[in-house]
Nanobody, 125 residues
């Protein structure tokens, strides 16, 4: 599975961005998936995750009520809608999928097998 993430950019605090992650090589719908972010010197953090059924959704506390993870099966794409952005949201954002053997969300980046290249989100104050 190849993943390509895009949609990052520079936005003012309070603004919105939508990140997209397009999958090729395999239909991603049966994969557990997640959006991570990373800043220099810090570990990669799971921001939003979705089990392959969609019945389980995870958001880190700092983005609850502001970020939404969604999928478009026909487009083989997963999205991260980010609203009311804050300077603390500034990071490189990565999309990731778990292997088909695993259907649940996991917090650790080591549990994910396929990664997009990352897209930079910068939120100015």
């Amino acid at each position: 599975v190849q993943l390509q993430a895009f949609g990052g950019g520079l936005v003012q605090a309070g603004g919105s961005l939508r990140l997209s992650c397009a999958a090729s090589g395999r239909t991603f719908s049966r994969h557990a998936m997640g959006w991570f972010r990373q800043t220099p010197g810090k570990e990669r953090e799971l921001v939003a995750g979705r089990s392959w059924t969609g019945n389980s959704i995870y958001y880190v506390d700092s983005v609850k009520g502001r970020f939404i993870i969604s999928t478009d099966i026909a487009q083989n794409t997963v999205y991260l809608q980010m609203n009311n952005l804050r300077p603390a949201d500034t990071a490189v954002y990565y999309c990731a999928l778990r292997d088909l053997r695993f259907s649940t969300i996991e917090l650790g980046p080591g549990s994910y097998d396929y990664w997009g290249q990352g897209t930079l989100v910068t939120v100015s104050s």
